[in-house]
């Protein structure tokens, strides 16, 4: 049984978590099948990803058990070594989706902890079912979060609040998850809400949704120059496509 399954359909992938009896705890089977599922997206014909999680959960975090196979392991070879351009194999786990050239949207229900947290925070947008319990949970562990999340969740989250979930490990539930932007959106069915959003995106022009995510990207960076010459090149790029202008045009008309 696949761990990750890949469905894709008028041109959104939905892309499931796929260990319910273990509440999609991340195995390093699975951890690998993660990153195969988002390596195939990367030359999909699609406009929008959906991850969402089989059964009673999003994801419980990693399976502690399946770390015990790393123990007497050089971890300079485990862990430091990069294999994934500036990342290891656990934090490609992450930064792959964002990687990704289309929106990705997580659906979250259950709960959403630890390296499932750490996913969830590489997604364009969070859609969380109101009960749905999340944490930044490595601290329990005596661990520190080494996912990628340290990369990503700066990007929505105050220093402060990402002090204090790190620090303490405590679970938070949707609501309050969403007025510190850990999640975008509550819904009572995160699934069929993620896949609205998916269809609105994906009705869009391809090359525009592609160009926009690059340009959110970089405005992240917060250096006006290059935004400023970003949002003029892809703009530039857009305009010299008679089939986007004539788009465009068709857009403007209808108004």
């Known amino acids: 049984m696949s761990l990750v399954t890949t469905d894709i359909a008028d041109g959104i992938a939905r892309v499931t978590l796929n260990r319910p009896d273990k509440m999609n705890a991340i195995s390093l089977d699975m951890l690998d099948e993660v990153l195969a599922a988002a390596d195939a997206l990367r030359d999909a014909d699609v406009n929008c990803v959906v991850i969402a999680g089989e059964g009673r959960a999003f994801c419980a975090g990693i399976d502690i058990t399946s770390l015990s196979s ?27 989706w964002r990687k990704l050239e289309v929106p990705v949207i997580a659906a979250l229900h259950g709960v959403c902890f630890g390296a499932g947290m750490q996913l969830a925070i590489a997604a ?15 601290m329990k562990w005596g661990l520190v979060p080494d ?17 204090r979930l790190t620090y303490t490990a405590e679970i938070v539930e949707a609501e309050q998850a969403l007025t510190w932007g850990l999640v975008t959106e509550v819904a009572q069915d995160p699934l069929a809400r993620a896949m609205e959003l998916a269809r609105q995106i994906a009705d869009q022009s391809p090359s525009a949704i592609r160009a926009a995510k690059r340009l959110v990207t970089e405005a992240q960076s917060g250096i006006t120059a290059n935004i400023l ?26 108004k």
């Open 229 to 254: 010459m970003a949002e003029s090149v892809e703009q530039a790029a857009l305009i010299g496509k008679p089939d986007q202008m004539a788009a465009v045009m068709r857009g403007m008309s209808k």
């Open 70 to 96: 790393l123990l007497g392991q050089d971890m300079e070879e485990v862990i430091i070594r990069r294999t994934h351009g500036e990342a290891n194999r656990f934090q490609e786990f992450s930064l792959a």
């Open 147 to 163: 996912m990628g999340g340290m990369a990503l969740f700066p990007q929505v989250l105050r220093e402060d609040v990402l002090r």
């Open 124 to 138: 364009d947008m969070r859609i969380a079912a109101p009960a749905t319990k999340l944490s930044i949970m490595e």
